[in-house]
């Protein structure tokens, strides 16, 4: 009898213990201003406190700091349906971000060690990136040091402001996944294929409404299709 009893409490030990394990990252909001690499002009337009995403050894994995609210053209309509990343401008800032050792960007690409612009961008609709994500929305990587201004620019010059974070002539990556449903508080939340995402929610002021727009920044994980 005492032998059946631990047949059967086995697996109940393991289902309850499955959850725990899975959670391999968390985010701490903490008392960390912008580094001095950000800008004059785009410091003023981020939070003051960073969202840090840590490991579950307490690594430091990176520190995003997000702008503090947005505009948006989006109309009345666009607003009562819920935005979404295409209500914010192409290179718009969407925040920042510090890595404090060599970074994997979700094209495989090595990001070095140091501080970065986040721009909203989208992925060219050609030949070239057909089925590279499963989503065309992302936040471009720039060195703060050579982001200075908040001002919006052409994609093409973006996409080499940003290449000078890869060093190469593709922009440095962080894809964004849909977020229809903000919770009030920043997660990491898992994805297929092991990507991990940093949810956070931001103030947009459209059609002189105040609206929410949810964020979903690949923080861990790399495509499958490259």
Not at 73 to 87: D, P, S
Request: glycine share 8%; with cysteine.
């Amino acid at each position: 009898m005492l032998c059946t009893r631990f047949l059967f409490a086995t697996p109940l030990l393991l289902i309850l213990a499955g959850p725990a394990a899975a959670a391999k990252y968390t985010v701490k909001v903490e008392d960390a201003p912008p580094p001095p690499e950000i800008g004059g002009r785009v410091r003023p337009l981020l939070e003051v406190k960073g969202l840090s995403v840590y490991d579950d050894a307490g690594t430091l994995l990176l520190t995003v700091w997000p702008r503090k609210a947005f505009e948006s053209t989006a109309t009345a309509e666009q607003v009562k349906n819920g935005l979404t990343y295409r209500e914010i401008a192409e290179s718009d800032v969407v925040g920042a971000v510090k890595f404090p050792k060599l970074w994997t960007d979700y094209r495989k690409q090595k990001i070095k060690a140091g501080v970065y612009t986040l721009r909203m961008g989208w992925q060219p609709m050609d030949g070239d990136h057909m089925g590279t994500a499963p989503f065309n929305e992302f936040c471009l990587l720039s060195p703060a040091a050579k982001d200075q201004s908040v001002d919006a620019m052409p994609a093409k010059a973006l996409h080499e402001l940003s290449a000078g974070s890869v060093g190469s002539s593709h922009p440095g990556v962080m894809l964004l996944f849909p977020n229809p449903k903000p919770a009030d508080e920043p997660a990491v939340e898992s994805k297929p294929n092991n990507i991990w995402v940093l949810n956070f929610k931001r103030p947009v002021t459209a059609a002189g409404q105040k609206a929410a727009l949810g964020f979903s920044l690949v923080v861990i994980g790399q495509t499958m299709s490259e």
